[in-house]
């Protein structure tokens, strides 16, 4: 299915049922520390409340007297207790609603059922997410006029984004279709790997050094089948042919989970700030489970699949913005996962005070000046193959103007493509400009100009499409291949499209270009 560049138009692959129960009236959260029901606080029409839904990860279980804590709404101890980060919600935002997700369902009232480890790892994170808004909007039905921020650590951070998508991308946007008068307002993500995790982890770091402990037999077992739900869907997300500084932000839980469009995960969090929505990720860099080349170094590193891309400047009158937080908590030593208690730095998240700032800073309004800077993840390099005797590429204009078509909603764009910056090899960086609404907007993209016999020195380029380029276009010239890395101006460009043109010897080009993470073509450019 072709895909949109510009605008925010979405067309689903799937409809997603959710069964809705009968609702029946709330009981009173309570306080975490002494579990005794908290006052209710007055829900009269546009006094509006606070719910906060926590989410555990991998191998984590609830007890029944986890599951009874809070009112019956749930006290998960990785979230519930002193010093952690309901605790500290509690005292910021007073008489606000806090629920524990349930990897095995809940009641009419959105009451969490007890679960055991298992579920988390045997289960499809598709429909653990469906599963998440079906409780959500149960608990709704009884606490009407509530704004809900959605914090999920580890796995838990995965199912919170992929409800984050299916709410964004599904069937005519379905932000309004939480009941009551309910609105989701934030998602954050701690210490998730959203862009996947490479396939040999389960089977070394993970079930080796640190989560066996929970689930004892069974998780060795079930890894060992090689038909674990959980890790294909992780292991679908991750592409170790992505540059390892953006994989949170092009991975694509839209199209590998809740398989509604192609999506990558930097969009739909983009998507989702043009709705007045806050996306939060933040992570500890000194987690030792996303780095496995510290216990062997033949496995690849993925600490970035972590974050997506912050975006603050477009931050709206409804509150919307990306943010991508990092902090350090912990030694960086495989030794360390030795120690069965530390797990890897892997929970520092949910008792660090400064993500608990931070957290309370994000759904006041403010930026996250608590936690750090996450390092420089926006620009993948072009990384040259070496090659005996590079042709030298050919000498271009630096500004080539133009159109684009596409396909799905058969518009035509005005565009053009400036060079800034050109390398010896072919390489060069630039920006790619796009006429919309009246309103010239722009991105940062990374490109070569090269011979099509020697597109092998560049591993960013896919010879399948060189190949459909020229098989569309036939002549003789120089494959002119860009993609886009960063917003410059503006927001309504997508980001991670590639564009494949045939630049003639009379300087004119003739292209196709990709949505992201697409093999399917958006539309036709040219340029002069």
């Not at 010093?83 to 009232?109: A, C, H, M, V, W």
């Not at 908590?329 to 797990?343: F, I, M, P, R, V």
Request: glycine share 10%.
């Amino acid at each position: 299915m072709k895909q949109m560049l510009f605008g925010s138009k979405r067309m689903p692959l799937i409809c997603l049922v959710v069964i809705i129960l009968a609702a029946c009236s709330g009981t009173p959260v309570t306080n975490s520390s002494t579990n005794t029901p908290s006052p209710l606080p007055s829900q009269q029409s546009g006094d509006r409340h606070k719910l906060f839904v926590f989410l555990s990860g991998f191998t984590s279980t609830l007890s029944t007297s986890d599951a009874a804590g809070n009112g019956g709404y749930g006290s998960d101890p990785d979230f519930f207790g002193s010093g952690r980060i309901q605790s500290f919600l509690q005292d910021k935002f007073p008489g606000s609603y806090f629920l524990t997700y349930s990897y095995s369902g809940f009641n009419p009232e959105g009451k969490p059922d007890t679960y055991s480890c298992p579920l988390t790892t045997d289960s499809v994170i598709a429909d653990l997410a469906v599963g998440l808004r079906s409780q959500i909007s149960q608990f709704l039905r009884s606490h009407p006029y509530t704004d809900v921020y959605v914090i999920g650590h580890s796995l838990g951070g995965v199912i919170a984004f992929s409800f984050l998508a299916l709410m964004i991308e599904g069937k005519n946007n379905l932000l309004n279709s939480l009941p009551n008068g309910g609105a989701l307002k934030g998602v954050f993500t701690l210490d998730s790997p959203i862009g996947g995790v490479a396939s040999s982890w389960l089977y070394t770091v993970g079930a080796q050094y640190v989560f066996y402990k929970n689930c004892n037999a069974h998780l060795l077992e079930v890894l060992l089948s090689g038909k674990v739900p959980i890790e294909k869907g992780l292991n679908d997300l991750f592409n170790s042919a992505t540059s390892p500084e953006s994989q949170g932000a092009t991975a694509s839980v839209d199209a590998k989970i809740t398989l509604l469009n192609q999506n990558n995960n930097q969009a739909v969090a983009l998507d989702a700030m043009r709705f007045g929505l806050t996306v939060s990720t933040f992570g500890n860099s000194s987690d030792v489970l996303w780095q496995p080349s510290l216990c062997n170094n033949h496995f690849t590193d993925f600490l970035s699949t972590q974050w997506v891309q912050e975006v603050q400047s477009g931050r709206n009158k409804q509150g919307g913005a990306v943010y991508a937080r990092s902090f350090s908590a912990g030694t960086l030593d495989c030794n360390a996962l030795s120690n069965k208690n530390d797990q890897a730095n892997h929970f520092a998240v949910l008792t660090d005070p400064n993500v608990q700032t931070a957290i309370w800073q994000v759904i006041i309004g403010q930026a996250p000046n608590a936690l750090m800077s996450v390092p420089v993840i926006s620009t993948p390099t072009i990384t040259p193959v070496p090659a005996a005797t590079p042709t030298p590429p050919p000498t271009v204009s630096s500004r080539f103007y133009g159109t684009l078509d596409e396909y799905q909603n058969s518009t035509t764009y005005q565009v053009s493509l400036e060079r800034t910056k050109t390398e010896a090899d072919g390489s060069f960086e630039g920006k790619w400009h796009a006429t919309i609404n009246g309103s010239e907007e722009d991105v940062i993209v990374n490109g070569v100009i090269v011979p099509f016999n020697e597109i092998n020195r560049f591993n960013q380029i896919s010879p399948d499409k060189a190949l459909q380029l020229q098989q569309q276009y036939p002549g003789s010239g120089t494959l002119l291949w860009f993609t886009s890395t960063s917003y410059d101006v503006g927001q309504d460009i997508w980001l991670g499209c590639e564009y494949y043109g045939l630049l003639q010897p009379d300087g004119s080009v003739q292209g196709l270009w990709y949505p992201p993470n697409s093999n399917a073509e958006g539309g036709t450019f040219q340029l002069a």
